[in-house]
């Protein structure tokens, strides 16, 4: 199986800058993409950014300028470089993988982190 562990999250001024990583242990032959998605209390979750194998990116509009997704492969860690943090982003932040367990396996399978909470104080 699969397991994919987040650190990062905290208390933190608007303005300050966090760093959340997730690294996923297990059996892994590929993971691709690797992203992040935020929720709040009463409301879907919601994407933030992705990243492909070969390092192509997607951030959503809200984040863009703001957060940098990037990833180790060798490390199976995807991180998520937050910066000019609002109070706005304020959330539990899940990451998001489809990994691919064996060179020949056809299917991927589609896994999340356990959340861990970034609050941004105005």
């Known amino acids: 199986q699969v397991q994919l562990v987040e650190s990062g999250g905290g208390l933190v001024q608007a303005g300050g800058s966090l760093r959340l990583s997730c690294t996923a242990s297990g059996i892994i032959f590929s993971i691709d993409p690797m992203g992040w998605y935020r929720q709040t209390p009463g409301k879907q979750r919601e994407f933030v950014a992705d990243?492909?194998?070969?390092?192509?990116?997607n951030h959503a509009d809200s984040v863009k300028g703001r957060f940098t997704i990037s990833r180790d492969n060798a490390k199976n860690t995807v991180y998520l470089q937050m910066n000019s943090l609002k109070p706005e982003d304020t959330a539990v932040y899940y990451c998001?993988?489809?990994?691919?367990?064996?060179?020949?396996?056809?299917?991927?399978?589609?896994?999340w982190g356990q959340g861990t909470q970034v609050t941004v104080s105005s």
């Open positions: 998001n993988e489809d990994i691919r367990p064996y060179n020949n396996s056809r299917f991927r399978n589609t896994y």
């Open positions: 990243i492909t194998s070969g390092g192509s990116t």
